[in-house]
């Protein structure tokens, strides 16, 4: 029989990557709370319009990468059968829960969110088919300074996880409507001199979404795109301003930055301010965190016009960039020997545990052998408890480490172990 795998791009997450991915969103919490932020879980499936029209049909995401089905359960009470998509993004569920919501009446909304999404990409280090995020909205400012702040929350985060270091933050201006079309119209004209060496997939965005093109990563179109136009030289005096006034506010807070002419972001309702953490350490799934402002979005929902902001970071990449997340204390070895000890056990076990202290219990085989597993498993304290020790309302607590052992009664033990850092007495 072939070993029984997780689908492809799918992975079991356990030991020390399950505790740096936590460490990831504690911190992720923790930064949270501090910039206003309060939690928003939305749907792991949505309508698949709520992702197909703000991302645009010549997206990667809903091109080719969005896992999609009709769902019908007549059973259930289904009268017609839905079309549904396991969320490849956060923004746009976010987005639309705030309509649905109706929380426009409390703006400004600052919504932070974890959890998987689902592309189906070709997978590689880095980059699965369900991976995890973080994401922070901020819903309700259209002023430059509250992309400084969502990039200031960002910094600090990064920061927190020790990667000030290894990351830089690339930032660009996509401009308003106007300057975003006056932009495609010179890139327009630029490329269509160079159709003959564009690759198939820019040729095609060509017409729908020129902008993307800038985000090849074929290598041809690399070299064309290297020579196209600016983007800041269609910008208008108030897309400048703009621009301005985000980098006067990070100068002001000392977070550094490298301005990317070529920045896009990959989804359709992006404007103004575009960035991407990047590290050179994981080689091309580099980008750690990305994110930029969105004011037409929920309006293309069908919503009320509100401007938004937002960021998303990659949980796997971030946790393998950072490594933090120390393992934990390993519990406290209980060892009952015998029926009586073992009911006085689960008494025992949970006044410790109401102390903060973890434990477990191992009831299976003779002593030598309990000790001997005791020992292999890192922990420092093993409290035994036989027939004698019970007799006399003691446990004998054995201090792994200094191996030394002591007998101590019942209602002395959470301090007999949180107390002393070794001597159990
Ligand atoms: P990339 O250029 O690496 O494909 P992206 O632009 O598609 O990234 P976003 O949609 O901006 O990514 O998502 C935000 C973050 O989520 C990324 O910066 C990355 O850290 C993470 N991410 C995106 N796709 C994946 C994936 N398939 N596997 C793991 N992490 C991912
Ligand atoms: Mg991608």
């Known amino acids: 029989m072939s070993k029984l795998q997780p689908a492809r791009g799918t992975r079991d997450i356990y030991g020390d990557e399950a505790r740096h991915m936590r460490a990831v969103v504690d911190a992720f919490q923790r930064v949270g709370l501090s910039y206003g932020f309060e939690e928003l879980a939305t749907p792991i499936f949505e309508f698949t319009e709520v992702y197909k029209r703000p991302l645009g049909e010549t997206s990667d995401i809903v091109s080719k990468e969005m896992y999609s089905f009709e769902s019908s359960a007549r059973e259930a009470g289904d009268k017609e059968p839905e079309e549904l998509t396991l969320r490849p993004e956060f923004t746009a569920g976010v987005c639309r829960a705030f309509i649905s919501n109706g929380m426009q009446q409390n703006l400004p909304c600052r919504f932070m969110s974890w959890g998987p999404a689902f592309r189906r990409e070709r997978p590689q280090k880095g980059r699965y088919r369900q991976f995890h995020q973080i994401n922070a909205e901020l819903l309700g400012q259209d002023s430059p300074e509250a992309d400084v702040d969502m990039i200031a929350?960002?910094?600090?985060?990064?920061?927190?996880?020790?990667?000030?270091?290894?990351?830089?933050?690339?930032?660009?201006?996509?401009?308003?409507?106007?300057?975003?079309?006056?932009?495609?119209?010179?890139?327009?004209?630029?490329?269509?001199?160079?159709?003959?060496?564009?690759?198939?997939?820019?040729?095609?965005?060509?017409?729908?979404?020129?902008?993307?093109?800038?985000?090849?990563?074929?290598?041809?179109?690399?070299?064309?795109?290297?020579?196209?136009?600016?983007?800041?030289?269609?910008?208008?005096?108030?897309?400048?301003?703009?621009?301005?006034?985000?980098?006067?506010?990070?100068?002001?807070?000392?977070?550094?930055?490298?301005?990317?002419?070529?920045?896009?972001?990959?989804?359709?309702?992006?404007?103004?301010?575009?960035?991407?953490?990047?590290?050179?350490?994981l080689g091309a799934q580099g980008t750690v965190l990305a994110g930029g402002r969105y004011d037409g979005l929920i309006e293309q929902l069908g919503g009320p016009p509100t401007?938004?902001?937002?960021?998303?970071?990659g949980i796997e990449r971030l946790a393998m960039l950072s490594a933090t997340g120390s393992q934990p204390t390993?519990?406290?070895?209980?060892?009952?020997?015998?029926?009586?000890?073992?009911?006085?056990?689960?008494?025992?076990?949970?006044?410790?545990?109401?102390?903060?202290i973890s434990v477990v219990a191992d009831r299976s085989g003779?002593?030598?052998?309990?000790?001997?597993?005791?020992?292999?498993?890192?922990?420092?304290?093993?409290?035994?408890?036989?027939?004698?020790?019970?007799?006399?309302?003691?446990?004998a607590v054995k201090n792994l480490e200094a191996g030394t052992q002591n007998d101590v009664a019942f209602d002395a033990l959470v301090r007999a172990i949180s107390g002393s850092a070794g001597d159990a007495s």
Not at 172 to 187: C, E
Not at 254 to 267: A, N, S
């Open 307 to 313: 401007p938004g902001i937002g960021w998303a970071g």
């Open 153 to 281: 929350m960002a910094w600090r985060l990064l920061n927190d996880l020790g990667l000030g270091d290894k990351v830089i933050l690339h930032l660009n201006s996509l401009g308003d409507q106007d300057s975003r079309a006056a932009y495609r119209a010179d890139l327009v004209a630029y490329l269509s001199n160079h159709k003959a060496d564009l690759s198939e997939d820019s040729l095609r965005r060509l017409d729908s979404n020129p902008l993307r093109i800038l985000d090849s990563k074929d290598e041809k179109d690399r070299t064309i795109v290297a020579g196209a136009p600016a983007m800041s030289a269609s910008m208008n005096e108030a897309s400048k301003q703009f621009f301005a006034a985000v980098k006067a506010g990070l100068d002001a807070i000392g977070v550094p930055y490298h301005h990317d002419e070529r920045l896009v972001r990959g989804m359709d309702y992006y404007c103004h301010t575009a960035f991407e953490f990047i590290t050179t350490e």
């Open 366 to 395: 003779n002593l030598k052998k309990r000790l001997n597993r005791a020992n292999k498993s890192g922990a420092k304290f093993a409290v035994i408890l036989g027939d004698n020790e019970l007799a006399a309302g003691q446990a």
């Open 330 to 356: 390993p519990p406290v070895i209980l060892m009952p020997m015998g029926e009586q000890a073992t009911l006085k056990a689960f008494d025992i076990a949970e006044s410790l545990r109401s102390a903060g």
